[in-house]
């Protein structure tokens, strides 16, 4: 059995966003991927001021979100410099894509 079969096989789920260490149960009632988590996920890579909230107090801020204590204390656990990284590339995605757009419509 390869090692990525065995993980799969384990109802484990490991994720790269996460601290060293840090698993996320895959089972459904732990909502771990639910659409309150990837929501509040999505608006922490585009919203700067939320961002740096979270990294202030990443536990307070997610609660404020709405998300159950379990996925904050989760969260908290986050590696915050990949979180930033992918903030920052997912803004300058967006700039390149406005740019792009804005000259497209520039030419017709």
């Known amino acids: 059995m390869s090692a990525t ?3 799969r096989r384990s109802g484990d789920c490991w994720h790269s966003s996460t601290a060293r260490g840090t698993r996320w149960p895959k089972d459904e009632r732990d ?3 639910s659409p309150r988590l990837e929501g509040f ?3 922490l890579y585009t919203d700067q001021t939320l961002l740096e909230a979270f990294l202030r107090q990443p536990e307070a801020v997610a609660r404020e979100a709405g998300l159950a204590d379990r ?3 989760m ?3 986050i590696d915050r410099d ?3 990284m992918a903030a920052r590339s997912f803004r300058i995605k967006r700039q390149v894509a406005r740019r792009h757009r804005w000259s497209w419509l ?3």
């Open 5 to 7: 079969a065995a993980i």
């Open 82 to 84: 990949g979180l930033v």
């Open 71 to 73: 996925d904050a204390a």
């Open 106 to 108: 520039q030419r017709r």
């Open 31 to 33: 909502s771990v991927s």
């Open 75 to 77: 969260l908290a656990t």
């Open 41 to 43: 996920l999505a608006r």
